[in-house]
């Protein structure tokens, strides 16, 4: 799968992206809502699964470039979550991870769009899903962007996340979060909802505004 927006070419993984994909999963700002940061080699593992997936389903979390100067940006996609590996599973998941210096630029809703008008139109999903931390309002707002909207009932401690990190937020205490009102695109209206998690930790998933 290869998609290009007004700014973006998403792309398939190549060996020169291992060191800037490293250099961003080594920034504790981006990796902030995880439980921890990523090295290079789990960096390098990411890849080689977001490879399978795409050789497998012809779809998977992508490389990003901009066009305007080529340079990297990080990795935006949708990607499947089998079935097992979270309660929200078997779905299809939209996610996106940028380097802090991309940010606020609309990159990530942009990318995403693409990549889950892709899913539907080219690949025939019926559902994409979104998945985050509570307090990860960078990533709720690209949601919200999206026309995508909270399932309360879909909510869930993630597995991963150890008793007592200060992802584990008192349920009580989830913030709500509304669709987005006015008229929905065509994509917009088949985003159905977003699983909102304490924290999703796996290498699967990418996050960040």
Known sequence: MRLETERLILRRWRPDDVA?????NADPEVMRHFVSTRTQAETEASMA???????????????????ADGQFI???GIQRIDGGALPC???VEAGWRLGRDFWRQGYATEGA????????????LGEIVAVTAVGNLASRGVMEKLGMHRAASDD??????PVGHPAAV?????PQQRAEEGDPSRVERRLRRT???????????????
């Open 113 to 124: 769009r693409a990549a889950m008008t892709a899913g539907y139109e080219t690949f025939g």
């Open 170 to 174: 008192d349920p009580r205490q989830r």
């Open 89 to 91: 599973a078997p779905a």
């Open 74 to 76: 990080g990795a935006i």
């Open 20 to 24: 800037p994909f490293a250099a961003i």
């Open 195 to 209: 699983v909102t998690a304490l924290l999703k930790g796996d290498v699967q998933h990418l996050d960040e505004g």
């Open 49 to 67: 699964l977001y490879e399978r997936h795409f050789d497998a389903d012809g779809y998977g979390f992508a490389a990003v470039e901009r066009k």
């Open 156 to 161: 869930f401690d993630h597995p991963a996340v």
